[in-house]
T-cell receptor
């Protein structure tokens, strides 16, 4: 039981390049989330998926797209990376939609030059 | 609307002395409150959570927090700091929406970095 896994662990991009961050959970959770973490700002919600087949914008969705591929997987795509997207990205999941404990992945460090 | 303010960006204590990390929240409706810990280059781990049961909540590793509605606070404490407690701590709020149904989005505080000196 690996919990929440994220790939890659670290990535360097040039401005304008695209990439997809992958997230998978093996806990049969219904809801999944993508956050970014920047120094002094805590974690901010980018997108979330309350259940398979649905996705919604969070606090900072601009420049990102998501896909809930199936119940296990929730990917985050940067179509045209910008230096402002340099950050640490965390994926999380919960059993259902509500005020539940979120289980976090180990994070992906992204550097955009 | 909901928000969280962690009153100290850095806290420094000596090993064996008490720890106090302060958190105030704002919530339109009944909140759930969490404390998460993040060790360097690691993901976030839940320390404890309050979800409208007992106001004094005990968590892992000897941490506890008290929900005080009148003060809109949820401060994190530990009687005796250990070197392994050095990490960044996040206070987090989630509240019900106007319809009274559960609201799954979390709002994070800015984080408090705890340093423990030998």
């Amino acid at each position: 039981n690996a919990g929440v896994t994220q790939t890659p662990k670290f990535q360097v991009l040039k401005t304008g390049q695209s990439m997809t961050l992958q997230c998978a959970q093996d806990m049969n959770h219904n809801s999944m989330y993508w956050y970014r973490q920047d120094p002094g700002m805590g974690l901010r919600l980018i997108y979330y998926s309350a259940s398979e087949g649905t996705t919604d914008k969070g606090e900072v969705p601009n420049g990102y797209n998501v896909s809930r591929l199936n119940k296990r997987e929730f990917s985050l795509r940067l179509e045209s990376a910008a230096p402002s997207q340099t950050s640490v990205y965390f994926c999380a999941s919960t059993p259902g939609w509500g005020r539940q404990t979120q289980y976090f992945g180990p994070g992906t460090r992204l550097l955009v030059l | 609307a909901q928000s969280v303010t962690q009153l100290d960006s850095h806290v420094s204590v000596s090993e064996g002395t008490p720890v106090l990390l302060r958190c105030n929240y704002s919530s339109s409706y009944s909140p759930s409150l969490f404390w998460y810990v993040q060790h360097p280059n690691k993901g976030l781990q839940l320390l404890l959570k309050y979800t409208s049961a007992a106001t004094l909540v005990k968590g892992i590793n000897g941490f506890e927090a008290e929900f005080k509605k009148s003060e809109t606070s949820f401060h994190l404490t530990k009687p005796s700091a250990h070197m392994s407690d050095a990490a960044e701590y996040f206070c987090v709020v989630s509240s019900a929406n106007a319809g009274g149904t559960s609201y799954g989005k979390l709002t994070f505080g800015q984080g408090t970095i705890l340093t423990v000196h030998p």
